[in-house]
């Protein structure tokens, strides 16, 4: 499979698109056509166990890359998960479903690309010939931060540079990052929100004079933000494997359409879902669930992005985001695979703060996405409720994600040509990652300390805590400094040294 970029003519192979992140362009990376997934290899998928089904996905981008050794690396990451399946559905009543995505080493749903990633990237480096060392740059809204560096800790040849929002991560993502080992890390806590620190590291990106500087010390520049399409594949396979458990359940009859409802930050986990739909996975609606942040229910309702408005602080900070970076994927789509269009509407959002499309494609968009969103109030009572009914703990991530379905639904509801369609909401995070906007949520108390609320979520809910977080509480902090976003480039030379 070859790539393009979403902004020009550059291409590349999949390993090359792993490696370099993002195209120079300024572009993202795209598969040159969507490879489907026939009838029968759905069917084939069924009895499948989970690695295997992402591998069976992956093969299809990543040709060059060995299908035993890819599958062995598959099992190996998620060998590292709790439990037998790194992706449970989880029935909660009939014709509605969780996908619990938060089982890997992070408690969140980055884990399930982030621990598969290094491999992509190792052996890409491999394919290549490539022999200089890779500095993994990565801005965060917290979750990502975290999954990358556990992913590539000391990792042969890579090293990996965080950066985050000083004031924009929850106190369990800043300990999580801030007490990580080894040798090969780097985390920096940035003055301003996740945008800030998205746009300062993406200049870099596309600085050749940054490129230059770090060549010079034998260092090539990779991404693990999901801009990089070696994040995304790895996306794609939940969604196919969700559908392959609600048949062989006996949910749903072979071919029948499921929603998707996705708590949406930075677009990469819905885009993912919408490559499993052009790949023919029989997807119906995709849920558009912001927050506050609510820039992309505007764009899939009015047509217009416009980021210039204010930045909230939310309890679902890993979705406060004002920038949606994968967008620019479904744009490139939506306009028929303009290049040039697609260009001209980032270099406006840069430039003029925001973008229109044509009202045809709007009306395209709201054949498959459905977009809504929750405010805090909305968050909390969903939270509240869920759990009353089915003693089931969300996080205020899925949180809004359910929230929001439960809006579509009622819409759905007054729509008497409408078949009933089951609905998956995407459970992105532990319940225990957020422990103090969750236990606010459960009980309407605050709780001062994050360990206290753990505990204390605990005693209502009964749900197994993750290791990884308990174990935080008595892990030095490594990681203090903070920069201006004019900075981060000086405090990447100064790690590579
Ligand atoms: C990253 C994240 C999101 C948003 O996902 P995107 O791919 O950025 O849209 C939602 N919930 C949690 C818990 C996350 O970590």
Redesign the pocket.
Known sequence: MRFISTRGSETATGAEAVVRGMAADGGLFVPERFPSVTEEELGQMLGMDYPERAALILGKYFEEYPAEELLGALRAAYGTFDGDDPAPLVKIEDGLFLLEL?HGPTC???DMALTVLPYLLRKGCDLLGIKEEILVLTAT????GKAALEGFMDAKGVKVAVFYPEEGVSKMQKLQMCTQDGENVSVVAVKGNFDDCQSAVKKIFRSEECREKLKEKGILLSSAN?INFGRLAPQIAYYFSAYCDLVTSGQIAMGAKVDFS??????????AAYYAKRMGLPVGTLICASNHNNALTDFFNKGIYDRKRSFYRTM?P??D?LI?S?LERLLFELSGRDAALTAERMKSLSSAGKYTIRPEELKQLAETFYAGFASEEDTVECVYEFFEDFNYPL?T??GVAMHVARGYARKRAEDVNAESRPMVVVA??SPY?FPQAVYYALTGNDVKDSFKGIKRIHLITAMKVPESLKALRYKPLRFKTVVSPDKIFDEVMNFVG
């Open positions: 938060f969140a749903f980055k809204s917290g979750d990502t999901s996705v708590p949406t930050g930075n677009f990469g986990n819905i885009l679902s890993s979705m985001i949606s994968n996080d991530h899925t992105t995070a990652k």
